[in-house]
């Protein structure tokens, strides 16, 4: 990373609260491709297939909200607090889940190959885009604070 870059992603974390800084990639990601992607299952599965994208995406999201919130708020409490509530917050985030497709398990209007497909490439970039966004972001940078902490 150049000066440069340094500077603007300085400049950038100053603007962004810890959640916007989570929430931006996987928000981008999704507004950007979920247009083309329901589109795309509506053309090739019908009403069906453009709901079952449009609902895996919906519940990508959620989740992806929920993560930025929770790490957002547990790291105002303590730096080190996000790391904390990580893997209670995904326990609970992944049993919302599982109650979300068990309800939409036999659902009439579920396309269940879109929905699994959908669900899977849109989980996968989520994270992809979340590993991409730690590495230039290291974790204690989101809400670490120069002027009050200093190690």
Known sequence: MDSGERERAEEEAD?????????????????AAAGPVVGIAYWIRGDHGAASAAIA?????????????????ASRMHTL??????????????????VALAVLKNA?????????????????????LEARGYVRT?????????????L
Do not use: Y
């Not at 959640?19 to 507004?31: D, F, G, I, Q, Y």
């Not at 809400?143 to 902490?149: G, I, L, M, V, Y």
């Open 15 to 31: 603007l962004m609260s810890a959640e916007t800084r989570m929430l931006r990639p996987a928000l981008l990601w999704s507004l």
């Open 138 to 150: 290291p974790w204690l940078a989101l809400t670490f604070d120069k002027k009050k902490e200093s």
């Open 57 to 73: 995406f919906g519940i990508v999201l959620l989740n992806a909200i929920a993560a930025a919130l929770i790490s957002g708020a």
């Open 108 to 128: 009439s209007f579920i396309d269940k190959p879109t929905f699994a497909l959908t669900f899977g490439a849109a989980v996968t970039a989520v994270l992809v």
């Open 81 to 98: 607090a996000a790391g904390f509530v990580s893997l209670p917050s995904f326990a609970i985030r992944m049993a919302a889940i599982l």
